[in-house]
């Protein structure tokens, strides 16, 4: 199983920007999609953005033009840059990893969007 570490969500104003990073440690595959969903109070878990090992990426509609997938296969690191964020993007975010036979979350962190 892959230890996913989130580091970087907090309390922003509307308008406002802010970078995750989580960091996956363990038996790390060489392919893998690593990626961000969030879950708000009362709804469910969805998908913020993902990217693969080869960098191809997917976004949700509700960030695409606001938010940035990327990573650094090195460091098993992958981040999300969020800009222009909205009261609406308040939520928990949970970093993921999939791969063969994987499907691994981290602790998760709050990003709060102030009005």
């Known amino acids: 199983q892959a230890r996913l570490v989130e580091s970087g969500g907090g309390l922003v104003q509307s308008g406002g920007s802010l970078r995750l990073s989580c960091t996956a440690s363990?038996?790390?595959?060489?392919?893998?999609?690593m990626g961000w969903y969030r879950q708000a109070p009362g709804k469910q878990r969805e998908l913020v953005a993902a990217i693969s090992t080869g960098g191809s990426t997917n976004y949700a509609e509700s960030v695409k033009g606001r938010f940035a997938i990327s990573r650094d296969n090195a460091k098993n690191t992958v981040y999300l840059q969020m800009n222009s964020l909205k009261p609406e993007d308040t939520a928990v975010y949970y970093c993921?990893?999939?791969?063969?036979?994987?499907?691994?979350w981290g602790q998760g962190t709050q990003v709060t969007v102030s009005p």
């Open positions: 363990g038996i790390i595959s060489r392919a893998n999609v």
């Open positions: 993921n990893y999939k791969a063969v036979l994987h499907d691994d």
